[in-house]
């Protein structure tokens, strides 16, 4: 079965950090671009960050540059996403997706396979 499933979410105080992981599955994501994005309650999915088959370029939406480092492994299969410096306006389910092409770009939401999504919460 092919499947992204995310972990390291949780509640932590605003200025704290996290680190998300993906782990893919049922096939080889060597070659495929991985990206995460968030929805917060009431709100639509957003881009947060995307990064291609090798690694060597990143996207990040303005919200959480500088802030956020999207890296993967692929020995591992595993995409991460490093938070600092957390806000509350972080809060959001995020969601791991990777896509059958190697490449992405600033807000790609060609995006075909999707995670259940982990639970962000920063309180003030």
């Known amino acids: 079965q092919v499947q992204l499933v995310e972990s390291g979410g949780g509640l932590v105080q605003a200025g704290g950090s996290l680190r998300l992981s993906c782990a893919a599955s049922g096939r080889d994501f060597s070659s495929s671009a991985m990206g995460w994005f968030r929805q917060a309650p009431g709100k639509e999915r957003e881009f947060v960050a995307t990064?291609?088959?090798?690694?060597?370029?990143?996207f990040y939406a303005d919200s959480v540059k500088g802030r956020f480092t999207i890296s993967r492994d692929n020995t591992k299969n595993t995409v991460y996403l490093q938070m600092n410096s957390l806000k509350p306006e972080d809060t959001a389910v995020y969601y791991c997706?990777?896509?059958?092409?190697?490449?992405?770009?600033?807000?790609?939401?060609?995006?075909?396979?999707w995670g259940q999504g982990t639970q962000v919460t920063v309180s003030s």
């Open positions: 990064i291609n088959w090798t690694g060597a370029s990143t």
């Open positions: 997706a990777a896509k059958s092409f190697s490449y992405t770009r600033y807000g790609d939401p060609n995006f075909d396979l």
